[in-house]
């Protein structure tokens, strides 16, 4: 089975500082999808960017972008001119191959950003 | 914009209790799931469903049920509420497309007394 790690519970950044925030994850597969979510303190889950393993490229969306290692199985976000509200938590999560698969989650990181 | 709607955003039940939760999607995705978040562990999966009636064990499925009678429709059944069912329980829906995300509602926390 699939694991994923976020060995950090808790992160502050300054506002326009950068920040990375780690995942690392356990397969045997090698074809699988990543992804980061933020949940913000009004709970709603949102997509901040994901990644396919087969591409080398790493994905970027405006100020987020990913270090995506394949052969050390990890999945780092940054975050850069970070901004207030980018305060929340974030989880990274893992996908197997397959149109019925499941999403497995990592235990989450709290972001501040002090002003 | 696809949307996933939790039928409550908070809900307080007895010990005992036969508890639904209901999770609604308009895009008619085929995947529908469930997970229970708690602090220091993150999300974990309750069940899902990929077809109308078809349902699979997730990783905690102890204590749970669920029903698919509609595709837009998956439903969470606490037989008999306990409180260490109290928790935050996410709903979310993705399409069958193996590259697509997964679309949450924006849960309901329920508290257990």
């Known amino acids: 089975a699939q694991t994923v790690t976020q060995s950090q519970p808790e992160m502050s950044v300054q506002e326009a500082e950068t920040v990375t925030l780690s995942c690392t994850y356990d397969?045997?597969?090698?074809?699988?999808?990543l992804f980061w979510y933020k949940q913000p303190p009004s709970r709603q889950m949102i997509l901040v960017i994901r990644q396919e393993a087969y591409k080398q490229q790493n994905a970027t969306e405006n100020r987020f972008s990913v270090n995506f290692q394949k052969a050390a199985k990890s999945f780092s976000l940054k975050i850069s001119d970070s901004q207030l509200g980018d305060a929340a938590m974030y989880f990274c999560?893992?996908?197997?191959?397959?149109?019925?698969?499941?999403?497995?989650f990592g235990k989450g990181i709290t972001l501040s950003v002090r002003p | 914009d696809v949307k996933v709607t939790q039928s409550s955003r908070y809900l307080v039940k007895r010990t005992g209790e036969k508890v639904f939760l209901e999770c609604v999607q308009d895009?008619?995705?085929?995947?529908m799931f469930w997970y229970r978040q708690d602090p220091g562990l993150g999300l974990r999966l309750i069940y899902f469903?990929?077809?109308?009636?078809?349902?699979e064990k997730g990783d905690i499925p102890e204590g749970y049920s669920v029903s698919r009678e509609k595709k837009e429709r998956f439903s969470l059944i606490l037989e008999s509420a306990s409180t260490n069912q109290t928790s935050m329980y996410l709903c979310a829906s993705r399409p069958q497309l193996m590259n697509t995300e997964a679309f949450f509602g924006q849960g309901t926390r329920l508290t257990v007394v």
């Open positions: 469903s990929y077809d109308v009636k078809m349902k």
């Open positions: 895009m008619d995705h085929e995947n």
């Open positions: 999560a893992y996908k197997s191959p397959g149109a019925n698969s499941k999403l497995t």
């Open positions: 397969t045997s597969e090698s074809d699988y999808y």
